[in-house]
């Protein structure tokens, strides 16, 4: 079992900046692909973006590439989503989550093993 918690959530402005942490107990952190999804109000949950094993690969949707930075420090079990230019249409329920497929296929929910409870980000306008 992989524990999940996710921290950094909040209420930003439009054109600002958040840093989210998933940090992760219980399996060998450096096992897994982590990746981060998000769902707002009535809409299934997205892919946002995800990172290999080693933190060398990253994975991102169109819409955050350019604004979104995933990272990971496997010493401290975690793994980090920057988002800077921040727009109303991040508004969501942010989740990360953690799988131990390869060969790709990362930006589809169904594939990842373990999820946090998610955390808030709203951004207003």
């Known amino acids: 079992q992989v524990q999940l918690v996710e921290s950094g959530g909040g209420l930003v402005q439009a054109g600002g900046s958040l840093r989210l942490s998933c940090e992760a107990s219980g399996r060998t952190f450096s096992n897994y692909v982590m990746g981060w999804f998000r769902q707002a109000p009535g809409k299934e949950r997205d892919f946002v973006t995800a990172i290999s094993r080693g933190g060398s690969s990253t994975y991102y949707a169109d819409s955050v590439k350019g604004r979104f930075t995933i990272s990971r420090d496997n010493a401290k079990n975690t793994v980090y989503l920057q988002m800077n230019s921040l727009k109303p249409e991040d508004t969501a329920v942010y989740y990360c989550?953690?799988?131990?497929?390869?060969?790709?296929?990362?930006?589809?929910?169904?594939?990842?093993?373990?999820w946090g409870q998610g955390t808030q980000v709203t951004v207003s306008s």
């Open positions: 989550a953690a799988t131990r497929i390869s060969g790709g296929a990362y930006s589809i929910a169904r594939q990842y093993d373990y």
